[in-house]
């Protein structure tokens, strides 16, 4: 193992549960790599998460880490930030965490615009708990609860959270570790809410139920989908950063309005 | 373990044998074994990309360069 993956991954916690070509530690090396260029002090980041398979990546990644309650990821984070604001968060989520029983701490963490980055693992499906649609499972896809396809249609995670307000937007694949990597550093190094849609692959829980190969097959159909997205095709297909803006971050609002609030020598009520 | 450019660390004990590296890998480096685990079997071949080193969700492979770091 390199010596980057020596430091910042609790090496007494491995082998990690996730199943052969699981999706997850991809991601995790892309992310170790990303701390590696963006060399934080380890006690001054934060890893959130919440409840899933992804929800385990707080417990081998070395820092302060926080495994949270499923889809209350983002308030926890929250709740940190705004006690220290000097620290540097990292929030990951599943899809069915993010998107099912998180959905509203999502927007309202987008719309509030706080500095964090924010990166839910879509791998289309609840993965842990075996295999249910998620609302990120693609329309006609088989799950354990859809065994003849399910009928919903999916979110656009870019899109529903460039309108609720997230100020940097990205989607990116697991084909893709190098423009992850990169990703994860610019999104750390903005001002604001990121978030990072990254598509993942659960083989086990979706691909063996879809048909859809062993591990590398996926992976080859990602490339596939990321290859021939983006011509034309609109947003929802695009792949690398969707949308980048400046707007006021809650922290620093906030600190503006303690200001004027001792200045007035307290609040009028 | 190669003995050109690239050295090739591989820990079989990790290995969860998915496959990826094995299917990922542009100069056919992997065999697998009776586990269907990967086997470095033409360490010359290796051309360095690191495609096994970043896709393998186990951290099982290291690719190591004169001008790594
Ligand atoms: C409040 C609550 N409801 C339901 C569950 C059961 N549960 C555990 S993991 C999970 C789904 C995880 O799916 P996802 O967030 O997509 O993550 P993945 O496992 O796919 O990484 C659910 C519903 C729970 N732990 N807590
Ligand atoms: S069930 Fe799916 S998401 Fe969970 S560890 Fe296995 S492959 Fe990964
Ligand atoms: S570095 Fe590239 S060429 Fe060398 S073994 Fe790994 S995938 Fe094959």
Redesign the pocket.
Known sequence: MCAVYHKYLRLDHLPHIWCPGCGNGIVMGAFIRAMEDLKYDQNEVVVVSGIGCSGRISGYLDFNTLHTTHGRALAFATGIKAAEPRLKIFVFMGDGDATAIGGNHLIHACRRNIDMTAIIINNCTFGMTGGQFSPMTPKGKKASTAPYGTVERNFDIPALAQAAGATLVARVGIYQVNLLRELIVKASHHKGFALLEVISQCPVNYGRRNQMGDPAEMLEDQKGIIKSAGLGQGLENYFGQIFQSEQPEFIEEYNKMIVQAQKKGGCDV | MAKGK?K?HFDREKCKACGI?IA????N??TVDIDYCAV?SS?D?????????LYCPDYC?F?EEDYYG
Do not use: W, Y
């Not at chain 2, 990922?24 to 100069?27: E, G, N, Q, V, Y």
């Open positions: 690239h090739l590296c990922f890998c542009p100069a480096v992997f470095i360490p071949k290796c051309t360095g990309c690191r495609r096994c080193e492979i690719v």
